[in-house]
C-alpha cells in the first residue's frame, strides 16, 4: 500500500471558478477526514466521513463546500464559486478505528490557489 | 472545545544540542494526544501518540513526548539533534465528542543550524 493519495497536488484557479479534488485513502480504512491549512497555521478540520457516511462537518464547511464518498472508499472535496480565501493546502487522511482511537495518516496535500 | 497551543512558533538550535517544543491543551475530557511532522515540501507525518498507559511515549528517530495531565502539556524533547530534524512540528488532540477529529496547534518550525 503507497499511502494516501491527493490528486491534483496544485491547482490555480480564478475566482468564481468551481474546483473538484479526490483522495484515495489507504485500503480497508474506513474513516476519511478533510482538513484545511493555511500559511502559518495548524490544518483545521472540515468533514470527516465513515465507509459512506458524513458524519461530521465543521462550521468552516460553507454551503460553496461540499464532499462526497460515494462507494466508502474515495472521497472528492468540491468548492464552488471559489473566493481567494479559498487558498490554502487541503489535506485528506484516512484511519481504521482501533481498540482506543484510530491514527490519522495524511496524504500529501492540494494546494490550491485562487487568482 | 478542544484547543491546542504550541508556545514557540520557531525554535533555532545548534546541531547536537538538546531541544523542547512545547504543547499545552485544553479539553474537559480524557484526550488521546499527538505529535506530526512537515518536512518541507511533503505531507504531514506522524511522529508519536499517547493513548493511554505510560505517560513518555517515543519515536523511532529519538524523540519522546511526556503526557502531563495535572499541567496539560504533553511536550516534544530531543537531546541531540540533527541538520535532517528541520521541520515543522504539529501538535495535536482527540478524545471525547470530537472523537476522530484531530484539533491542532499552530505549528513550531524547528530550524537546526550547523
Known amino acids: 500500500d503507497t499511502g494516501v493519495s491527493q490528486d491534483p497536488r496544485h491547482k490555480i484557479t480564478k475566482r468564481g471558478q468551481n474546483v473538484t479534488f479526490r483522495c484515495d485513502p489507504i485500503s480497508e480504512h474506513n474513516r476519511l477526514y478533510w482538513y484545511r491549512q493555511t500559511l502559518g497555521q495548524g490544518p483545521e478540520f472540515l468533514t470527516y466521513f465513515q465507509n459512506e457516511a458524513q458524519l461530521e462537518k465543521s462550521r468552516l464547511l460553507s454551503d460553496r463546500f461540499s464532499a462526497e464518498r460515494p462507494k466508502g472508499s474515495f472521497s472528492t472535496l468540491e468548492i464552488q464559486r471559489t473566493e481567494q480565501g479559498d487558498s490554502a493546502m487541503y489535506l485528506c487522511?484516512?484511519?481504521?478505528?482501533?481498540?482506543?482511537?484510530?491514527?490519522?495518516?495524511f496524504g500529501p496535500g492540494t494546494r490550491l490557489t485562487v487568482l | 472545545a478542544q484547543s491546542v497551543t504550541q508556545l514557540d512558533s520557531q525554535v533555532p538550535v545548534f546541531e547536537e544540542a538538546p531541544v523542547e517544543l512545547r504543547c499545552n491543551y485544553s479539553s474537559s475530557v480524557s484526550v488521546y494526544l499527538f505529535w506530526y511532522v512537515q518536512y518541507p515540501n511533503q505531507g504531514l507525518q506522524l511522529l508519536l501518540k499517547y493513548l493511554s498507559g505510560s505517560t513518555l511515549v517515543e519515536s523511532i528517530n529519538g524523540f519522546e513526548a511526556e503526557f502531563n495531565k495535572s499541567q496539560t502539556s504533553f511536550h516534544l524533547r530531543k537531546p541531540s539533534v540533527h541538520i535532517s530534524d528541520t521541520a515543522e512540528y504539529f501538535c495535536?488532540?482527540?478524545?471525547?465528542?470530537?472523537?476522530?477529529?484531530?484539533?491542532f496547534g499552530q505549528g513550531t518550525i524547528l530550524t537546526v543550524h550547523p
Open positions: 487522511a484516512s484511519s481504521f478505528p482501533g481498540p482506543s482511537t484510530d491514527t490519522q495518516y
Open positions: 495535536a488532540v482527540t478524545g471525547g465528542t470530537s472523537y476522530g477529529k484531530l484539533t
